[in-house]
């Protein structure tokens, strides 16, 4: 059994675990093919992740998270992931990595968005959603540039996944401020815990707006029902999609080649 931990938790859908556990499978096998111990499957919860004894700490001997074993079995915490010394391989947000998660992680590639609207190459944009009917459906701008309608977002009630993330929040913050604009611009905010969620509450009218990235509203089109009730309103500016990490500890040599491998993937 490998020694290394895997996770792709950012769009594990239940409907496309099947699909995420075939990613897995191609990015492992071509980990094998350097030569790397790859884990056989990836972490989902808590209980998938190796015990780290008094928590897990920072090169100078700093607890930066708890011990796994003490966190509910049955959840993941998406920090517990990351910051597993033992972690090989997963996927993670501009967010946290700017808010500090970079400095306990290596950088490895860039997943590709083309087959998303809203994506292009390894940049991806959020799609400004709100309910059918309330505002025009508009295409994302074709050179990626950001499609912000502050008339119809002002006064709404805007939801977002969390504070950390890239794409639900920093970013359409970042096109505000560009505008000379602020989250002000919305009568009330709220963190939904997730993309889906978010829609969800637009669609039973908990809330009005929300910026879901472009594989994320891809996927709800396909297998939540309530994105049927919802319709696409602007785009934020498309930035780097969400990078793979190793931990800071794996050694240089496997993180060349895996490196490597998601490139040739890509």
């Given amino acids: 059994m490998s020694d290394f931990v895997a996770g792709l938790p950012m769009y594990d859908w239940p409907e496309e675990k099947n699909e995420v556990d075939a990613q897995w499978a191609r990015l492992r096998d071509a980990f094998r093919q350097k030569g790397i111990d790859a884990p056989a499957t990836v972490a989902r919860l808590n209980r998938d992740l190796p015990p780290v004894p008094g928590g897990i700490r920072d090169a100078a001997g700093k607890v930066i998270g708890p011990d796994p074993a003490t966190l509910p079995p049955d959840e993941l915490d998406f920090h517990g992931l990351w910051l597993h010394p033992a972690l090989l391989f997963a996927q993670a947000c501009w967010g946290p990595l700017e808010l500090g998660l970079s400095e306990h992680v290596q950088l490895i590639g860039q997943p590709n968005y ?153």
């Fill in 114 to 266: 083309d087959a998303f609207e809203g994506g292009q190459g390894e940049l991806y944009s959020s799609a400004l959603v709100m309910r059918a009917g309330e505002a025009p459906t508009v295409g994302s701008p074709s050179d990626g540039s950001p499609l912000i309608p502050l008339d119809t977002l002002r006064g709404k009630h805007f939801a977002f996944n969390s504070l950390d993330s890239m794409s639900g929040i920093i970013a359409l913050t970042r096109d505000l401020e560009a505008l000379g604009e602020c989250l002000d611009i919305f009568s009330e905010r709220s963190e939904s815990g997730g993309h889906r969620a978010s829609i969800v509450a637009i669609a039973e009218g908990k809330a009005d707006v929300a910026a879901i990235d472009c594989q994320s509203w891809a996927k709800a089109r396909r297998f939540e029902p309530a994105a049927k009730a919802v319709t696409v309103v602007g785009w934020t500016r498309r930035r780097k999609g969400l990078p793979f990490i190793t931990a800071s500890t794996t050694p240089e040599k496997i993180v060349a080649a895996l490196r490597e491998a998601v490139a040739a993937i890509a």
